[in-house]
């Protein structure tokens, strides 16, 4: 992903994403995470970033062990497989995955 542009995204009510991608047209908002548990608040921002920026998916970067999809676009993509360069967050394989 030559040309890739990386920023965040934050508003006036403090929702935030850590991570936007954006490679020409396309953008993927990734929300970063410490530990396994994904609650409904912690997708709070990312929804908020997916509806004001138009977007049908975002991620949240967790240290579980796989793919989950969290409904709305939303999917959990683990720590481990996107470090050792098996798994990309921009890859269509992140989504048929989970």
Same mark, same amino acid.
């Given at each position: 992903?030559? &040309?890739?542009?990386? %920023?965040?995204?934050?508003?006036? $009510?403090?929702? =935030?994403?850590?991570? @936007? !991608?954006? #490679?020409?047209?396309?953008?993927? /908002? *990734?929300?970063?995470? +410490? &530990?396994?548990? !994904?609650?409904?608040?912690?997708?709070?921002? @990312?929804?908020?970033?997916? =509806?004001? +920026?138009?977007?049908?998916? &975002?991620? *949240? !970067?967790?240290?579980? =062990? #796989?793919?989950? %999809?969290?409904?709305?676009? *939303?999917?959990? @993509?683990?720590?481990?497989? *996107?470090?050792?360069?098996? +798994?990309? /967050?921009? #890859?269509?394989? $992140?989504?048929? $995955?989970?």
């Amino acid at each position: 992903m030559t &040309g890739a542009r990386f %920023t965040f995204y934050r508003t006036q $009510a403090d929702a =935030e994403v850590d991570l @936007l !991608v954006q #490679s020409g047209r396309r953008i993927w /908002p *990734i929300k970063i995470k +410490l &530990g396994i548990d !994904v609650r409904h608040y912690d997708t709070v921002g @990312l929804r908020h970033c997916m =509806e004001d +920026l138009k977007l049908e998916r &975002g991620f *949240i !970067v967790t240290r579980g =062990e #796989s793919i989950r %999809t969290l409904g709305h676009g *939303i999917y959990t @993509l683990p720590w481990e497989q *996107i470090a050792a360069g098996k +798994l990309y /967050p921009w #890859s269509d394989r $992140a989504v048929e $995955a989970g």
